[in-house]
C-alpha cells in the first residue's frame, strides 16, 4: 500500500482566556491578543515552530509541533511565564 508523503496542514488556535492583553512574538512579527481573542495559525504538521508569549513585563517560550489542530489557552502558560530578571533570587 502506497504511502502519503504529500505535506498537511494543521491549526494552531491560540485563546487569551485571561483578563490581560498577551503579545505573541515569532521572529520579528508581534500580535496583541486582548481578552477573549483567539488567533489562528496555519501550520505544517510534524514541523516544530517556537513563539514568545508576553504578558506584561513575563515571557515564555513555547514550542508547537502537532500532526492535528489544536486549540491553547493562554492561562496554561502564565504559570511558566519567567519572572523579570531585576526580580529573580539570587542564585546559588
Known amino acids: 500500500m502506497p504511502i502519503d508523503t504529500t505535506a498537511s496542514e494543521v491549526i494552531f488556535e491560540i485563546v487569551n482566556d485571561t483578563d490581560e492583553p498577551v503579545r505573541l512574538f515569532k521572529g520579528s512579527v508581534t500580535t496583541t491578543l486582548d481578552k477573549d481573542d483567539c488567533l489562528?495559525?496555519?501550520?505544517?504538521?510534524?514541523?516544530?515552530?517556537?513563539?514568545t508569549i508576553a504578558q506584561r513585563t513575563r515571557t515564555t517560550?513555547?514550542?508547537?509541533?502537532?500532526?492535528?489542530?489544536?486549540?491553547?489557552?493562554?492561562?496554561?502558560?502564565?504559570?511558566?511565564?519567567?519572572v523579570p530578571l531585576a526580580c529573580r533570587p539570587p542564585e546559588g
Open 40 to 51: 489562528a495559525i496555519v501550520l505544517m504538521a510534524g514541523t516544530t515552530y517556537h513563539y
Open 61 to 82: 517560550q513555547i514550542m508547537v509541533k502537532s500532526w492535528q489542530d489544536i486549540r491553547c489557552k493562554v492561562s496554561i502558560f502564565t504559570e511558566l511565564m519567567e
